[in-house]
């Protein structure tokens, strides 16, 4: 990440374009945060491109005064895989949706995180199809009922984080669109990652499935529904972090803090070299569990194109830069008098 | 038949100006590889060769059967040849399968090898055969030579201390001594051949030179065989050559393109038969700044091609036709993008999984139409082995000129057969450097010059930060617009920019005299077998001449007044009639057919029947 001359504000960040997702949808929030949190560590606008799909959430490159391609439904892994590819040196962030990265998009995003290029992955989790009008999508609660499923959606939910764990994703975070600090928190931290960032947003589509994260996000509640993790700090939550997560045997469950000795408390550990605690930790839902925020998992391990400049390195010590004529002329040969 | 008599005998030579022969077998007897000797051996003789590889459809078909037969046809001569022949003049064929699925295209009289060994009842059955052809007149019309190649072969090789099975395994190479003898053969190339190649394993290699030489020594000594024939070298022109099938020209003029515009390569794809090759090829060229991905699916790898493209360099993807249909909407995407993109189809038989192994010309609607929405791009097909060099050369550059995807059309055919390539010289070729935009000052992302191109300007220059997409584009600043009349503008922007490639492409040329009675009309591998028959058919006396069509889109300005020349015009591909339609569209002329969709090229005896058919009227 280079840094350019003249302090970047959020504005800066900002491409002429009029933004058009709906008042009051989540996507707002999650610009706005990522314009500051660019602007912040100073990123080069030059060397950054924002990579889409299709998707409410896919217009968001337009709205960055960066590069930017906004591509076809499910592809932006591929394509960000090219362009990483083809310039390491350039920043690339990509931008999806429930719909897009793991409907019809879910084979590539699968293989990017496999890969672990060096992308940082924005996957807007609505639970809704927004752009077509309101179809139930791949993280839909099961029994929704919607356009296309007046009777309820018969489809088990997938759930993004374990998808990305199960796939070896090295950074795994979470965020919900309006809570700022948070979301700021784990933007920063994928944006400094090496090797593939999956970050899952919670995002309230508020024309098609309004209230969705409600239980994350209502000032009353939200605590007593939701853990911010902390890398070696124990899970401790609720309204007067009164509550805390411990394991039993291989279930974590809720406990009382007063009549729980501390260190009995499972401790997070975001660098844990098995991704088991994050898988584990994925899994627990509303309501019988509080949800996790923040960085389930941040390990390090060699990046799909630092690899690949390693191999066009040796190959060019080893054969040096291609001549063509010998090219031409490998095999056997022969003269015509 | 069986007793052969090995007393040396007086040999006589006959001269011939050209030959075509057969090696089939079970696709583990290794015919693909005595196939290729045969044609190295021919080329470094001097003879001009032309080759047909035929693989099963089934990867592993059980041994024996007819499904399993794995066959390799040369066509080598004293003059300058454009096909792989019509039928052979030489049939060696390893088992009955093989024998059965490739008689019908031995000449009458033409000479008929046998692995007797091999005509066991277990062998027949699986043949189909319900008596060994051998023992009955069913094989009267042909020479036959019944020769226990595997008996042969262990013998010659057996104080080496080899296994049953590995002595065996030579007789591919016992086969190619003795056609190495009726063919008059040098035998060094393949010895040297033979020696690198097993360079680890010196019993091996030892036993592979002892098989090749109890083949040609058999030819020598057996009273069997009277005659041999000498196919002198041909008057190419003079230069260096070596041997190069279409995908591997394909690779090197990737290559070379990249080294003309100075821009490197990413190329992605997904393996599938016949296009893996140049994957293959090109994954040892990362010396020459190609970086080549195995993407996870068709679909990635043409987006993957895309994004290295919005990145400044070359993105390219190959497939055959089913990959080709996955990558359809992703084409779209870099039509409307404007980005430089190739994509090379390795055409096969279809529709849906088809004949893998088997070539047709049947994806050029594909190529042209099969995208959503007014979708133009250009496409330029390749005539033969050696001109998939040139042809994706030529496709690079008008990629980068004209910011547009183009499809590169070959086919199985073309991209696995061999031929005699005269070597270029790299500074042969002129340069056509790439430049990026850098001047925030006059950049509109599509603003475009006078040949409606328009600019190039990739991530990491300070300034020219924009954003593309699939969503159409208002002209000049390239941002969101769904306004109707921009939307007409720029449907006739675009395609007005693929119609102003005509201006690069040379004019049309036609081989033989400029009007006439018939012009056959050929594109792709077919030229080969058109330009055959033509010059047959203008030997006879008829008024015939060749059109072969390289840019199918655009087309070059003339071919309207070229067709307006003759009589007939006869369009032949292997497909039911795509280009036929295309031309009958465009120019309203009444362009006869000459189809054929049976996985196998064209033969020259086709072309002349149909030249007959219409002359007669
Ligand atoms: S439909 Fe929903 S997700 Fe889409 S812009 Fe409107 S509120 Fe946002």
Not at chain 1, 282 to 296: D, T
Not at chain 2, 106 to 115: A, C, K, M, Y
Not at chain 2, 255 to 278: E, F, M, N, Q
Request: with cysteine; charged share 20%; net charge neutral.
């Amino acid at each position: 990440m280079t840094t350019a001359s003249a302090p970047l504000t959020p504005k800066d960040l900002k491409s002429d374009q009029e933004v058009r997702w709906c008042p009051g949808c989540g996507d707002y929030s999650i610009l706005a945060q990522t314009q500051k949190v660019l602007a912040d560590i100073g990123i080069d606008r030059a060397n950054t491109v924002f990579v889409s799909g299709i998707g409410c959430s896919s217009r968001f490159p337009y709205y960055m005064n960066t590069y930017g391609f906004h591509s076809i439904h499910g592809r932006a892994p591929a394509i960000a895989t090219g362009v990483k590819c083809a310039n390491p040196q350039l920043d690339v962030w990509v931008v999806t949706g429930d719909g897009d990265g793991l409907s019809i998009g879910a084979g590539q995003l699968l293989h990017a995180i496999r890969r672990n290029i060096s992308l940082k992955i924005l996957l807007f989790n609505n639970r809704i199809y927004g752009l077509t009008k309101g179809q139930y999508s791949p993280t839909s609660e099961q029994g929704k009922r919607t356009a296309s499923t007046p009777l309820g959606s018969i489809d088990p939910p997938v759930n993004p984080l374990s998808f990305a764990l199960g796939v070896g994703a090295t950074f795994v975070g979470r965020a919900i669109d309006v809570d700022i600090k948070s979301l700021q928190l784990v933007l920063k931290r994928a944006a400094a990652h090496r090797g593939t960032a999956f970050v899952e947003i919670y995002q309230d589509c508020n024309v098609y499935n309004h209230k969705a994260f409600e239980f994350a996000t209502d000032r009353n509640t939200k605590e007593d529904h939701i853990v911010y993790l902390e890398h070696g700090k124990p899970l401790i939550f609720g309204k007067d972090r009164k509550k805390g997560v411990r394991l039993n045997g291989f279930t974590p469950e809720v406990v009382d803090l007063a009549g729980t000795p501390a260190d009995d408390l499972l401790i997070h550990d975001e660098s844990a070299h098995s991704p088991a605690l994050a898988f584990l930790l994925a899994q627990m839902k509303f309501p019988s569990m509080p949800e996790p925020m923040g960085v389930l998992r941040c390990v390090e391990s060699t990046t799909y194109e630092h690899m690949l400049e390693d191999q066009m390195a040796t190959a060019r010590r080893q054969s040096g830069a291609g001549d063509l004529d010998k090219l031409f002329s490998q095999g056997d040969t022969w003269e015509v008098e | 038949m069986t007793t052969i008599a090995t007393n040396p005998i007086e040999k006589r030579t006959e001269n011939r100006s050209s030959a075509t022969i057969r090696f089939a077998g079970d696709s583990g007897d290794g015919m693909q590889l005595a196939g290729s000797q045969f044609t190295n051996t021919s080329a470094l003789f001097g003879n001009d060769v032309s080759t047909l590889p035929e693989f099963p459809a089934e990867i592993r078909a059980p041994a024996g059967t007819l499904a399993g037969v794995s066959g390799f046809q040369i066509n080598f001569s004293s003059e300058d040849i454009f096909t792989p022949g019509d039928r052979v003049d030489a049939l060696i064929a390893m088992n009955p399968a093989a024998l059965k699925t490739n008689l019908r295209d031995l000449v009458e009289g033409g000479i008929l090898i046998v692995n007797s060994d091999e005509f066991n009842i277990a062998n027949l059955a699986k043949a189909k055969y319900p008596t060994n052809p051998l023992e009955t007149d069913e094989l009267s019309r042909y020479q036959v030579y019944a020769v226990p190649i595997a008996t042969h072969t262990v013998e010659a090789v057996k104080d080496l201390g080899l296994s049953a099975k590995e002595a065996e395994r030579c007789k591919n190479i016992y086969s190619l001594g003795l056609v190495y003898w009726l063919y008059d053969r040098p035998l060094e190339a393949t010895i040297n051949w033979i020696k690198s190649k097993f360079a680890k394993n010196d019993q091996i290699a030892q036993a592979n030179i002892r098989a090749l030489q109890a083949g040609f020594h058999f030819g020598e000594t057996a009273e069997i065989f009277p005659v041999r024939f000498r196919i002198e070298r041909a008057k190419l022109p003079t230069g260096k050559y070596r041997n190069i099938t279409g995908n591997q020209a394909t690779a090197m003029g990737l290559i070379t393109a990249s080294r003309l515009c100075g821009k490197p390569i990413v190329y992605a794809s997904y393996p599938i038969t016949p296009a893996s090759d140049i994957l293959h090829q090109l994954s040892h060229y990362k010396h020459f700044d190609v970086k080549t991905i195995q993407a996870e699916d068709e679909i990635a790898a043409v987006c993957m091609a895309i994004g290295a493209s919005f990145t400044g360099a070359i993105g390219v993807t190959a497939s055959a036709g089913p990959g080709i249909a996955l990558k359809q909407e992703a084409v779209g995407l870099g039509v409307m993008t404007e980005l430089p993109l190739i994509i090379i189809d390795v055409q096969r038989a279809g529709p849906s999984t088809g004949m893998p192994t088997k070539p047709e010309q049947t994806d050029l609607w594909q190529a042209m139409l099969g995208r959503n929405g007014e979708c133009p791009v250009a496409v330029v097909a390749a005539a033969s082995p050696s001109d998939c060099f040139q042809t994706a050369i030529d496709a690079v550059r008008i990629a980068v000129q004209y910011m547009t995807p183009v499809f590169v059309l070959s086919d199985g055919f073309t991209g696995n057969s061999a031929e005699p390539w005269r070597i270029p010289k790299a500074a042969d070729f002129a340069p056509f450097p790439v430049i990026h935009p850098a001047d925030p000052t006059v950049f509109q992302p599509y603003a475009r010059d006078e040949r409606g191109v328009r600019p190039w300007a990739i991530p990491g220059t300070p300034g020219l930060e924009h954003r593309i997409g699939g969503i159409e584009k208002a002209d000049i600043t390239g941002n969101i617009s769904y306004d109707p009349e921009n939307h007409q503008h720029m449907v006739n922007l675009r395609a007005a920019k693929i119609d102003n490639i005509a201006r690069e492409i040379p004019p049309q040329d036609v081989y033989g005299d400029a009007s006439g009675d018939v012009l056959l009309v050929s594109w792709g591998g077919t030229f080969g077998a058109v330009r055959t028959a033509c010059d047959t058919a203008r030997k006879r006396g008829q008024r015939v001449s060749h059109m072969h069509m390289r840019w199918l889109n655009p087309f070059p300005s003339n071919v309207g007044d070229v067709l307006k020349r003759f009589k007939h015009v006869v369009i032949c591909e292997l497909n039911m009639g795509q280009l036929q339609l295309l031309i009958r569209g465009r120019f309203l002329i009444n362009a006869h057919g000459l189809h054929k969709v049976q996985g196998r090229p064209f033969m020259v005896s086709e072309v002349l029947a149909k030249v007959d058919e219409v002359s007669r009227g």
